[in-house]
């Protein structure tokens, strides 16, 4: 996040899928860093049981106190549930199969409000029919005659968006039930098919694998990553995964990509 100059004063939630190590062993140390640079609102954890816990035995012992309050919100196993929502997103609870309890995330974006067409601005429409009109009510005059149509003055807003996090698991099938269609899906690809045995072994997925989940679930573009690392050139792995699903990518830190 130094690296890509992103502030860690613009977090305020963190999703832990599971307590393997590679996936939280990072935390303390953005915690304390949040702390020596003097954050004070709140910071909220999602993760199974036993985060917690480490991270009051890591606290108790440096004898440190923080300056801002962390928040933990226990996740439940094996059932989908809404674990955040407010004015612009909701955030699920994707349940996956691994050698521990673990979980995915879909972030699904609220439909946004009807914008504004600022070509049909004229000065005598107040602030206050802008926001009638977004609202998609009509101004009325003191007659009760219409005299701004909503639809009139409003553009529809993008569709909203939607991604679906699934690391670590080995595949399922019934996540099409719950990511049907998302706009984006990151999945976990940490062996390639002639590993399969291994895969099935430690419970994670191949590259074929997360192409045919993102197949089957209709997304519009799969993300793969969390890959072994016996793989030092990732071409082939990407082009397992591109051979059942065309519009797949490398999740490589520091990339990004428009949805
Ligand atoms: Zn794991
Ligand atoms: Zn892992």
Same mark, same amino acid.
């Given at each position: 996040m130094a690296r890509y100059n992103i502030s860690i004063h613009k977090i305020n939630h963190i999703f832990i899928s599971h307590l393997h190590g590679d996936h939280y062993l990072g935390l303390t140390g953005l915690i304390f860093s949040m702390h020596l640079q003097r954050r004070e609102s709140d910071l909220h954890l999602y993760s199974f049981k036993g985060l917690d816990e480490i991270l009051t035995t890591?606290?108790? !012992?440096? =004898?440190?106190?923080? @300056? /801002?309050?962390?928040?933990?919100?226990?996740?439940t196993e094996g059932r989908r549930e809404i674990i955040l929502e407010d004015?612009?997103? #909701?955030?699920?609870?994707?349940?996956?199969?691994?050698?521990? &309890?673990? &979980? %995915?995330?879909?972030? =699904?974006?609220? &439909? =946004?409000? *009807?914008?504004?067409?600022? #070509?049909?601005l004229?000065?005598?429409? &107040?602030?206050?029919?802008?926001?009638?009109?977004?609202?998609?009510?009509?101004?009325?005059?003191?007659? %009760?005659?219409?005299? /701004?149509?909503?639809?009139?003055?409003t553009l529809s807003?993008?569709?909203?968006?939607? /991604? $679906?996090?699934?690391?670590? #698991? =080995?595949?399922?099938?019934? *996540? $099409?039930?719950?990511? @049907? %269609? $998302?706009?984006?899906? /990151? !999945?976990? $690809? #940490?062996f390639m098919e002639e590993e399969k045995s291994k895969a099935e072994e430690t419970r994670h997925s191949t590259a074929a694998d997360a192409a045919t989940i993102a197949m089957k679930c209709n997304v519009k573009k799969l993300l793969i990553g969390h890959f072994s690392a016996r793989y030092k050139d990732l071409t082939p792995v990407l082009e397992e995964a591109q051979k059942i699903f065309r519009n797949t990518s490398l999740a490589i830190e520091g990339e990004s990509f428009d949805l």
């Amino acid at each position: 996040m130094a690296r890509y100059n992103i502030s860690i004063h613009k977090i305020n939630h963190i999703f832990i899928s599971h307590l393997h190590g590679d996936h939280y062993l990072g935390l303390t140390g953005l915690i304390f860093s949040m702390h020596l640079q003097r954050r004070e609102s709140d910071l909220h954890l999602y993760s199974f049981k036993g985060l917690d816990e480490i991270l009051t035995t890591q606290l108790k !012992h440096s =004898r440190s106190v923080l @300056n /801002y309050k962390i928040i933990f919100h226990p996740m439940t196993e094996g059932r989908r549930e809404i674990i955040l929502e407010d004015d612009v997103l #909701t955030v699920e609870t994707i349940p996956l199969e691994h050698k521990i &309890s673990t &979980s %995915g995330f879909l972030f =699904r974006e609220k &439909s =946004r409000a *009807l914008k504004f067409d600022k #070509t049909k601005l004229k000065k005598e429409i &107040s602030l206050q029919e802008i926001l009638q009109l977004k609202r998609g009510e009509d101004v009325l005059d003191m007659q %009760g005659h219409i005299r /701004y149509r909503s639809s009139d003055y409003t553009l529809s807003p993008s569709p909203p968006l939607s /991604y $679906a996090y699934c690391s670590d #698991t =080995r595949p399922l099938d019934h *996540l $099409a039930e719950q990511i @049907n %269609g $998302a706009d984006l899906l /990151y !999945h976990e $690809a #940490t062996f390639m098919e002639e590993e399969k045995s291994k895969a099935e072994e430690t419970r994670h997925s191949t590259a074929a694998d997360a192409a045919t989940i993102a197949m089957k679930c209709n997304v519009k573009k799969l993300l793969i990553g969390h890959f072994s690392a016996r793989y030092k050139d990732l071409t082939p792995v990407l082009e397992e995964a591109q051979k059942i699903f065309r519009n797949t990518s490398l999740a490589i830190e520091g990339e990004s990509f428009d949805l």
